[in-house]
């Protein structure tokens, strides 16, 4: 199972980023898929999510800003980021889950918003 995120870099604040997760290895279909985001010193935290079914759902800190969306014929997730604020910097990762078993996590993306 590979999860390949990308798309991350370096915006002011104000700008927008599109992050990019290309699924290999799984029924891409069948997947929740997920962003998390890492800012140093802290814990990972769930930014969106979007269900096999198109369901969404997002942080409070990210609501009306960020959209999370798939295409299943391109295996991939994508983040689109718009109004971005400095305390949206970390890294970026995304998350294949089905079951506890079946959870998979890519290596991240760097996101860093200069203000």
């Known amino acids: 199972v590979q999860l390949q995120a990308s798309g991350g870099g370096l915006v002011q604040a104000g700008g927008s980023l599109r992050l990019s997760c290309a699924a290999s290895?799984?029924?891409?279909?069948?997947?929740?898929m997920g962003w998390f985001r890492q800012a140093p010193g802290k814990q990972r935290e769930l930014v969106a999510r979007i269900s096999s079914g198109g369901v969404t759902n997002y942080a409070p800190s990210v609501k009306g800003r960020f959209t999370i969306s798939r295409d299943n014929a391109r295996n991939t997730a994508y983040l689109q980021m718009n109004s971005l604020k400095p305390e949206d910097t970390g890294v970026y990762y995304c998350?294949?889950?089905?079951?506890?078993?079946?959870?998979?996590w890519g290596q991240g993306t760097e996101v860093t918003v200069s203000s």
């Open positions: 290895g799984i029924i891409f279909s069948l997947y929740s």
């Open positions: 998350n294949a889950r089905r079951t506890d078993t079946f959870d998979f």
